[in-house]
């Protein structure tokens, strides 16, 4: 939360979210103001059907017969999923409360986007996401729409970094679609068949426009390198 050195973390992995309920648990008091929810997140309330991997962290949202099509002890597990409006809104965060939103949900990144809702995400000043051709595909994804719509609510995107074929792109001079529109999307998206790569998107309205936008990513505001 914004100002308040807050982190709310949500994992899906029932054994991983234990072993780091155990971890928080073990620190000093007042030590660290991690909130950890046991959940995933979506564009609403429901639950999911993950497949687990034997002794491992592999955690993958999956059909059921996925799983019993393997057999070799691959289960699958229901979760709870969880809207992060609603869900931070009983946490006590306010639309203008999150500093910066970051999601690696394995190409379901326009759910969680939806679930946070569009109020929200116009009201923060930055976002991380993962963007993953293949994986957000899968998932049914409209990747020039997920871009148009970071866009329309007010932010510009820069590689963090880059893994896909082809040569590396310059960080953080060249920006996602720059002075290309939709044209500009379209092309990125080509850019990445093949692989995925990681955005930092920054509300260009609370960094001044985008020459603000460049001033922000060169300082490294989002953990990045210059």
């Known amino acids: 939360a914004a100002g308040a050195g807050r982190v709310i973390s949500f994992e899906p992995h029932p054994r991983t979210c234990a072993a780091f309920l155990a971890a928080l648990a073990g620190l000093a008091n007042g ?18 059907q993950f497949v687990e991997a034997p002794a491992s962290t592999s955690f993958m949202e999956r059909p059921a017969r996925a799983a019993a099509s393997r057999g070799d002890g691959h289960k699958v597990v229901a979760v709870p999923i969880l809207p992060l409006d609603a869900t931070l809104a009983g946490l006590g965060v306010g639309p203008g409360g999150v500093a910066i939103l970051k999601t690696d949900t394995q190409g379901r990144e326009a759910g969680v986007l939806a679930g946070y809702g569009p109020a929200r995400t116009a009201a923060t000043p930055a976002i991380v996401l993962e963007f993953s051709y293949g ?37 953080p001079a060249d920006l996602v679609g ?37 001033v922000e990513l060169a300082r490294g505001v989002l953990g990045g390198q210059a």
Do not use: S
């Open 31 to 48: 030590a660290t103001a991690i909130d950890l929810v046991c959940a995933g997140v979506g564009p609403a309330f429901g639950l999911a």
């Open 178 to 214: 720059e002075d290309g529109g939709c044209a500009g999307f379209e092309a990125f998206v080509e850019a990445v068949k093949g692989g995925w790569t990681n955005l930092a998107c920054v509300n260009a309205r609370t960094a001044g426009g985008r020459d603000g936008l460049r």
């Open 135 to 171: 994986l957000l595909a899968a998932a049914g994804t409209d990747q020039v729409g997920l871009l148009t719509y970071l866009a329309d609510a007010g932010f510009a995107c820069a590689f963090l970094e880059k893994r896909v074929v082809g040569g590396a792109v310059p960080w």
